[in-house]
């Protein structure tokens, strides 16, 4: 079976730094992606990785750890529009659809 | 600028009705995906399409089915609405390796 499991609410402070983590369980991988979905609004792209290590892009970044199973997404410098839900997915081979986590809910307060 | 757009954003049927929902990409993809995404539940597949006329189940495809009749176009059908239908119904394309690009929802009420 395919498990995705990441928290289901954080909340951190203006200005500060959040991880967010993500594991992982499928029957094959190809690849790890983070998204971003505002309240009522779809889905958006923020990351993809599939080798190993950290990919940066602005005040996202994105890990992986392909052994451990693990993916984590950090958000410096957070600003009150990074409240939203951020939805990690992988795609366990070749060109099957997205799995889906259920989402964590960020709360930025101030 | 890629885009994927559906017929509705808000909709109210009633138990029993026949319901389409529409969705249209302008990016050549092949791949279009049907989820509906309900609160602690998170984004669950109910149909997909690797090409024209092609069709795979998803995750929950019962009570639905879909037609790809074109390759910009990949419909969802509820045969005859329920109340558990009730939800935000998102479609999404993608080329073959890519990420997927959603559609902006369509938020279905069966009365």
């Known amino acids: 079976g395919q498990n995705i499991d990441q928290p289901t609410e954080m909340t951190a402070t203006e200005g500060a730094i959040v991880q967010i983590n993500c594991t992982y369980q499928?029957?094959?991988?190809?690849?790890l992606f983070w998204y971003q979905q505002h309240a009522g609004e779809a889905p958006t792209f923020l990351s993809y990785n599939v080798l190993d290590g950290l990919e940066e892009k602005g005040r996202f970044s994105s890990f992986l750890s392909r052994s451990k199973g693990y993916s984590y997404l950090l958000l410096k410098e957070l600003q009150m529009k990074d409240s939203a839900s951020y939805l990690c997915?992988?795609?366990?081979?070749?060109?099957?659809?997205?799995?889906f986590g259920k989402g964590t809910r960020l709360s930025v307060i101030a | 600028d890629v885009k994927v757009t559906q017929s509705s954003r808000y909709l109210v049927k009633r138990t029993g009705e026949k319901v389409f929902l529409e969705c249209v990409q302008d990016m050549d993809h092949e791949n279009m995906f049907w989820y509906r995404q309900d609160p602690g539940l998170g984004l669950r597949l109910i149909y997909f399409s690797y090409d024209v006329k092609m069709k795979e189940k998803g995750d929950i495809p019962e009570g639905y089915s879909v037609s790809r009749e074109k390759k910009e176009r990949f419909s969802l059908i509820l045969e005859s609405a329920s109340t558990n239908q009730t939800s935000m119904y998102l479609c999404?394309?993608?080329?073959?390796?890519?990420?997927?690009?959603f559609g902006p929802g369509t938020r279905l009420t069966v009365l």
């Open positions: 997915a992988v795609r366990d081979s070749g060109n099957t659809p997205l799995v």
């Open positions: 499928t029957s094959g991988f190809n690849g």
């Open positions: 999404a394309s993608r080329s073959s390796y890519n990420e997927q690009f």
